[in-house]
Each structure stands twice: as C-alpha cells, then as structure tokens.
C-alpha cells in the first residue's frame, strides 16, 4: 500500500489493532507539519535519506535508521528535491506493549529495567536489518490479510520487534548526529520555539536567537524545517497546545 495516497493518513485520531503501512515517500508528496498521535509510532527508514523533526530537534535519517514515537510527541518528516524514500510505519496502543509475563521478566532482567518508552532514535546495525526487513515484511503481510489469527500473529511479531531492538542496543544508542554543524542555529531556533510556545514569539525574536538577519533567517528556517517561520509557528502553537493538554502538562 502507497501511504502517501491513502486518505485520511492525516487524520487518524484513533486505531483498534495494530496498524503497519509500508509506502514510498519524497519531495512529491504532501507537506504533513507537525502532528501527534494517542498512541505509538515507529518509523523506520527502509531506504533513503531524509530529515526528521522530533519534538524540538531536527535529525538526519539514513536507510536502517528508526525513531519511536511515544504519545502526545510532535513529530514529521521532511524529503530532499529528487529523493525517494521507502518507510515502514507501525502504529499500537499501549496496551501492545504489555508483553507476556516471561518476556516481560526476561526484558527485566536483562536490561534492569524494562522496556523504555520515551521518544527516541537509533540505528539498527546493517548485519541485522535483513532479519528486520523480514519481520516487518511478516507483520505488512499480516496486517493485510486480517483474519481470525492475525491479531494474535501481529501481537507476536510486535513483540518480536521490541525484544530484536532492546537486544541491539537500539533503543538505549547514543543518538545520531544531528544534520550537521552548520545548522546548530535552526536547530536553536526550533528549540526555542518549542520551549516558549506560548508566548507570542516574533521573526525578529526567534532570529535573533539564531544570531541571524531576519531574511536570511526565513530562507533558511524553510530550507530545514520545510515550512516558513509563520506557518510553522502557527502550526506549532495549535498543535502543541493539544499536545500539551493530553500530556497533561
């Protein structure tokens, strides 16, 4: 399934069973800005290259990299001109994570203290993705097919996934590089935004604590981020009020 022609992508509030999507994404489909969700995400990058936003921080991704999304986390990705991309997307409930009472002990034990659910981006190592790339095959083809046994196999595989990661080292890695040094001031801006999203922020503010020229600030912010400052901040502030509201903050 081509996720980027299936309607409603954008406007799932809710899902009852675990949901995974695999599809090309790129520069030729449409701009999604920020966005939550109630329940979990993970994005994996099957092929490719693109920059992801998370919370207040823009990453580069390469092929084998994956980010877990938690709850009421803002997030979205962004395509290059000419570059195409081939993502998996997983989305559960919480209550997917309740794994068997054995698994469960043996995630204790091995890692002291279980499954962490924060937010979070890795790197799955390159001798392991072709196993992840036939789970996940496994799991699109199951959610496919949707009978009387698929919940519990999708159940399974999920399961599989999460222990394939903690095993790995994925979930607990040292994050990557983010893009790179040239773009710490966007990375300041965006940060600062998120930081004091209530507040009535200006270009003239936020540039400035970029230490650059309005202008020259504007070019830039859309390069990175994909939208302009306006349009950003005025997406940020409606979705990180809801956000902020059902985290409870």
């Excluded at 800005?33 to 994005?43: K, R, T, V």
């Excluded at 991309?85 to 279980?114: N, P, W």
């Amino acid at each position: 399934m081509d996720i980027t022609t299936k309607k409603g992508r954008r406007g799932r509030k809710d899902i009852d069973r675990i949901i995974v999507e695999k599809g090309r994404r790129g520069d030729f489909s449409p701009l999604q800005p920020d966005h939550y969700h109630s329940f979990y995400e993970i994005f994996y990058l099957w092929s490719g290259s693109c920059r992801f936003l998370l919370k207040d921080t823009v990453y580069q991704m390469e092929a084998g990299d994956l980010v877990f999304i938690a709850p009421g986390e803002l997030h979205h990705s962004l395509y290059s001109a000419g570059e195409v991309c081939e993502i998996v997307m997983i989305y559960f409930k919480e209550e997917y994570l309740h794994l068997s009472d054995r698994s469960a002990d043996s995630l204790t034990s091995i890692s002291g203290q279980g499954l962490q659910l924060h937010s979070f981006m890795g790197s799955v190592p390159t001798v392991y993705q072709e196993y992840l790339h036939s789970l996940l095959t496994r799991m699109l083809t199951e959610n496919s097919r949707f009978d009387q046994y698929s919940e519990h196999f999708e159940r399974c595989y999920l399961e599989e996934l999460l222990l394939m990661l903690m095993r790995h080292s994925v979930m607990n890695e040292k994050e990557p590089d983010l893009l790179n040094s040239r773009d710490a001031d966007i990375l300041l801006a965006t940060k600062y935004i998120y930081n004091n999203f209530r507040k009535p922020l200006t270009l003239e503010e936020v540039s400035s604590v970029a230490s650059l020229s309005p202008t020259y600030f504007s070019k830039k912010f859309k390069l990175i981020t994909g939208m302009g400052f306006k349009e950003y901040l005025r997406v940020k502030n409606k979705v990180d009020f809801r956000a902020h509201l059902y985290k409870g903050s």
